[in-house]
């Protein structure tokens, strides 16, 4: 057979083989799976935890439901309006790109909306236990608050992703920045007063700024004034300082102040190991205050136990896994700020509530998040995880050793055949190297000299056969054994201190130390 009769098999295989190199990165919707698994995953935790607090708040609530609204779903329909709202705000977080919205025009339209909202608050705001809170717009009672922690987010991302990593902008600017996204908010929401949420945006805003690259000594300055200052302004007024004794030692007034805590520890003592069964709480029946609210996660320990409150602690950490996995694929700086501030908030608010529930915090008034009541809540909680889904859908996988080997392949002709060949150039090196001309050169000399050791490289490609290597890739055949192919034509070789008594009397029949040829 001649070569040019071969040559339009082995083009095709040259090009089969290079297009298996291209495919071997798994793909999921068109997405590599690098990128597609983490933020699907997060969808789907998100989604699933949002599923169980709907169990959940109606288990808890239906009974108070019944006697007070007239129907045991009432909350429960309720929420789930909340849902509907929070996942379409969500869609819009994901979908716009979060470029546009920490860009100069998106910051200042969110930052109108929401530093509105605060001062409607104070103006024509509801509120409960000296607090206020609340803005009632038509059918919904929203807590401003709640969309400040997103905005903070957003807006504290892109201010240290400008500054400290892309070096856009200077100083004056950064701080007006600083001013006017973050400190305008934190001081509206601090004289509400709603001091769980300040301390969630500060812990925020520290997270953000460590992580940007702040200088680590006057980070931790800050932070120690931080804690100065909330521990007095927590300790100021009679509400705050009673929270804390009460947290000190709730069994001392077990009929007043810690009633609800007491309450919440009966509930974890009744659960036991796995529970008293869904829809069996005893502590539901007007015993325990907030039940479906901000001591769900009370009932959750009674109704499903230790494993069931081990359960929702395992999905927490594996949504941060996968937040986190976001940021590490992120495209730039501000997408991976977006992502771990945006986990940040969430586990934040998580730990407040159940420390608070089990006694080890103050009472701080935070919902858990996905699964305790609350309209605002849930909705900025799905708004969060439309940002990170957003930094996902944008992210690039980030460039790895074996993806510049296959960017270096090229198609080197033969002199004889013309067949391509994959040739790899030296590693992150985006242009051939001189290494085929030499290696052709050297060709040259030695056919036109005649020494040619072994099979010339046109004999032995011809000599080579494609199979299937499974899963739509395709291999050279090598053979069945490496041993065969390890050995000489010449007939087997006996090493100097060989083993063969038959080879050595062979080769050497004075019977002496045969010498290897």
């Known amino acids: ?59 808890a609530s239906s009974v108070e439901a019944m006697s007070e609204q007239g129907d045991a ?22 979908k716009i790109d979060y470029h546009w919205l920490c860009s100069q025009t998106g910051l200042t339209l969110m930052a109108v909306v929401i530093i509105g909202m605060l001062v409607a608050v ?100 800050f932070a120690g004034l931080a804690v100065v200052a909330a521990l007095v302004v927590s300790l100021r007024d009679d509400y705050s300082r009673q929270r804390v004794l009460t947290l000190i030692n709730p069994w001392s007034d077990e009929w007043d102040s810690g009633y609800q805590l007491t309450r919440g520890f009966m509930a974890f003592g009744s659960g036991g190991l796995t529970g008293v069964g869904l829809g069996m709480s005893r502590m539901k029946y007007s015993y325990l205050p907030e039940a479906h609210n901000d001591f769900v996660f009370a009932i959750v320990g009674e109704e499903l136990g230790l494993l069931g409150t081990l359960a929702v602690l395992a999905a927490f950490a594996a949504l941060a896994v996968q937040a986190f996995d976001v940021a590490r694929n992120a495209s730039d700086s501000k997408g991976r700020l977006i992502a771990i501030g945006g986990i ?45 889904v957003n930094v996902s859908l944008h992210s690039t996988l980030p460039e790895t050793v074996h993806d510049r080997r296959r960017a270096s392949m090229t198609l080197a002709e033969d002199e004889d055949t013309g067949v391509g060949e994959p040739r790899v150039h030296a590693a992150g090196s985006h242009c051939p190297t001189a290494l085929p001309e030499r290696a052709s050169a050297a060709s040259r000399s030695q056919r036109a000299s005649g020494s040619t050791p072994l099979a010339s490289a046109s004999d032995a490609r011809r000599n080579l056969r494609v199979v299937d290597g499974g899963a739509g890739r395709q291999r050279i055949d090598l053979g069945p054994d490496p041993a065969e192919r390890l050995r ?15 080879g050595r009397d062979r080769r050497n029949p004075s019977g002496g130390r045969g010498r290897r040829e």
């Open 122 to 221: 104070r103006v024509a705001g509801s509120g409960a236990n000296g607090a206020t809170r609340w803005l009632t717009v038509g059918p919904l009672r929203l807590q401003p608050s709640e969309f400040a922690k997103v905005f903070v987010l957003l807006a504290a991302s892109a201010t240290a992703g400008d500054y400290f990593c892309e070096r856009s902008i200077d100083l004056p600017t950064f701080l007006k920045r600083v001013v006017a996204y973050v400190g305008v908010p934190l001081a509206l929401i601090l004289v509400q007063p709603d001091k769980g949420t300040t301390g969630i945006i500060a812990l925020l805003v520290f997270v953000i700024a460590y992580d940007s690259g702040f200088d680590r000594n006057v980070l931790m300055k």
């Open 344 to 388: 940040t908030l969430l586990l934040t608010q998580f730990f407040l509530n159940v420390f608070g529930v089990l006694g080890v915090f103050p009472l701080s008034g935070k919902p858990l998040p996905f699964i305790s009541y609350g309209g605002s809540s849930i909705m900025s909680c799905l708004m969060i995880v439309g940002a990170i």
């Open 1 to 59: 057979m001649t070569s040019s009769a071969i040559r339009p098999s082995a083009r095709a295989q040259a090009r089969a083989r290079t297009s298996g190199a291209n495919n071997l990165e798994k793909k999921i919707m068109g997405v590599p799976a690098r990128i597609m698994r983490p933020c699907l995953l997060l969808i789907a935790i998100a989604v699933a935890l949002t599923c169980f607090g709907l169990v959940m708040i109606y288990s």
């Open 73 to 94: 779903a009432f909350y429960v329909k309720r929420q789930a309006l909340f849902i509907v709202i929070g996942v379409a705000l969500a869609i819009a977080v994901a």
């Open 488 to 502: 000489s034509r010449r007939g087997p070789e006996v090493r100097a201190s060989g083993t063969s008594r038959v």
